[in-house]
């Protein structure tokens, strides 16, 4: 099985497969085959508490920064990546190709932070079994020796930023710069993942590098400057394995066939560009109105690579005082609450527009007991700046999220049938893209570091870790 080999042979495996080809990310699923059939293993108690506790540990975050720089146009496309959910619903990932020959690398897509990075073959700590980069492999690589350093809610990767050409999804950007990470934070990755795509804002990337999806939608290669994430829900099926079909996620387009009704679109508050931020604008437990905090204390980053939903403690308290026999986590668990397994459980979020439902599904963590069990809204402390609430893909699994790049802002709309029926639906891991153009660009910038990322820490991606256990490794950075 890929994960079980040493570095070196999966990343020839990965080049043999690719050598010649196009993007073509996941060229090395027949081999990684074996990996789809392994279940992932019961959790105990303790093991959930390790996590919750883990899961909590740290956030850190900023806004700042300036407006991106337009790049040069060509052809305009759309193009779809089909997604992996792995662990239940822990994350979401999809494929890209890197370099010359092109060598395909599986990612985690985040809306939440804004730098693209992927371990180094060099990687010593927190790479182990994932398949890694390898520079010396890629006539077009630029080693540009400047340090990259990037903080998460659920790590850290620390290594170099380096020039390559990046491709997904039909698209391609000549000079993406990314970093080339040696250090990473246990946990972090995943094994068959990567890295990490930040699709956030060019404002809160830690390299000041464009991000890919920037450079392609701010030069009218697209022929919507949209994103689009369709997401799958696996959480609490027991026959779910370690990955599974995960969704879609679309760049230059929406596909109608995943939504019904109107896309409702709400701007990113004037001056906010950095997260994708809305102002949560009301939410209701069991059809009853809990009152949520206004103004700054509203904003909340629509993040595709974060779990869970986190928010303010108050507004977490009074959201489970609906809920009759539910109580407060301790020790490991503290932040979280617990509730009685026999309630169904419907919260309803509004940004500014409609109200969407939150499945009672995805509010259903895991069950700890017979009777007992995790709620998947939890109390998030951020300072400074940063938002007050993280919507993670606890959420985002019941809506068609769409990333605006023009006028900044999101759009939800409910999921078609046929979006529905890829719930909990066993199948294929996707192994390649669907691309309907290829289309190249040069990115926007010099790239590399600007003055206004340097060496700040930025968050985004916070804890995609329902599904693994962090047993007793804690944070090896
Ligand atoms: C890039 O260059 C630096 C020295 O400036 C070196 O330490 C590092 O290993 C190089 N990284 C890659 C991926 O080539
Ligand atoms: C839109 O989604 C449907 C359903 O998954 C899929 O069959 C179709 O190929 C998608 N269209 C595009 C252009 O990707
Ligand atoms: C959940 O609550 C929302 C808002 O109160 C309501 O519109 C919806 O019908 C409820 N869903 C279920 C399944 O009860």
């Known amino acids: 099985m890929l994960s079980m080999l040493p570095c070196t042979l999966a990343l020839l495996l990965l080049i043999t497969s690719d050598a010649y080809a196009a993007p073509h990310p996941s060229a090395e699923a027949g081999v990684t085959m074996n990996l789809l059939r392994k279940p992932h293993g019961r959790r105990t108690v303790e093991d959930w508490g390790e996590w919750a506790r883990s899961h909590r540990e740290m956030l850190i975050a900023k806004y700042g920064g300036t407006p991106p720089d337009p790049p040069s146009t060509r052809k305009r496309a759309s193009g779809t990546n089909l997604l992996v959910n792995q662990n239940a619903d822990s994350s979401y990932y999809g494929s890209l190709a890197v370099g010359t020959p092109p060598v395909s690398y599986n ?11 992927l371990a180094d073959s060099s990687c010593s700590t927190g790479c182990r079994s994932v398949p890694t980069f390898d520079a010396a492999s890629s006539s077009s690589f630029k080693n540009l020796s400047q340090p990259f350093d990037i903080q998460y809610g659920s790590g850290r990767a620390i290594g170099v930023l380096g020039q390559d050409s990046v491709q997904m999804a039909g698209f391609s950007v000549a000079n ?25 804002w060019q404002t809160i990337a830690s390299s ?10 701010g030069s009218g290669t697209w022929d919507t400057p949209v994103m689009a994430f369709q997401l799958t829900r696996f959480v609490n ?4 394995k370690t990955l599974e079909p995960g ?16 896309i409702d679109f709400q701007n990113i508050p004037s001056g906010q560009v950095s997260y994708w931020i809305l102002p949560l604008t009301s939410l209701t437990v069991q059809g009853a109105a809990v009152t949520v905090p206004t103004g700054a204390s509203a904003y909340s980053a629509i993040d595709t690579g974060t779990t869970l939903v986190g928010g303010p403690s108050a507004t977490i308290a009074q959201i489970y005082a609906q809920i009759p026999g539910s109580a407060p986590g301790t020790g490991n668990f503290e932040g979280y609450y617990t509730y009685p397994c026999s309630t169904t459980v419907n919260v309803s979020l509004a940004f500014g527009g409609q109200s969407w439902s939150i499945s009672p599904s995805d509010f259903k963590l895991t069950a700890l007991s017979n009777t007992e069990c995790l709620g998947g809204f939890f109390e998030l402390t951020t300072g400074g700046n940063a938002p007050s609430w993280i919507v993670g893909d606890t959420f985002l699994k019941n809506v068609y999220s769409v990333f605006r790049f023009n006028p900044p802002s999101v759009g939800f709309a409910q999921l078609s049938s046929a979006a529905l029926a890829m719930n ?9 893209t669907i691309g309907s153009a290829a289309a190249v660009t040069a990115a926007g910038g010099s790239g590399g570091r600007s003055s206004s990322g340097a060496r700040t820490t930025r968050v985004g991606m916070w804890t995609m870790l329902i599904g693994v256990v962090i047993v007793g490794s804690g944070l090896i950075l």
Not at 107 to 117: A, E, M, P, Y
Not at 176 to 200: E, H, I, K, T, Y
Not at 208 to 217: H, I, K, Y
Not at 252 to 257: C, D, E, F, L, R
Request: hydrophobic share 40%.
């Open 247 to 262: 969704g879609t996620f679309t760049m230059g387009a929406v596909n109608n066939s995943l939504y019904t009704g109107e």
């Open 237 to 240: 099926d027991n026959s779910a």
């Open 424 to 432: 909990g639906v066993d199948g294929a891991i996707p192994s390649a």
């Open 208 to 217: 000041g590098a464009t991000p890919f999806w920037q450079t392609l939608a």
């Open 107 to 117: 990612v985690i897509l985040d809306t939440g932070s804004s730098d693209l990075w």
């Open 176 to 200: 993406q710069v990314f970093g080339v990470c040696d250090q990473v934070s246990s946990g972090l990755l995943s094994s068959p993942v990567s890295g990490l795509l930040g699709l956030a």
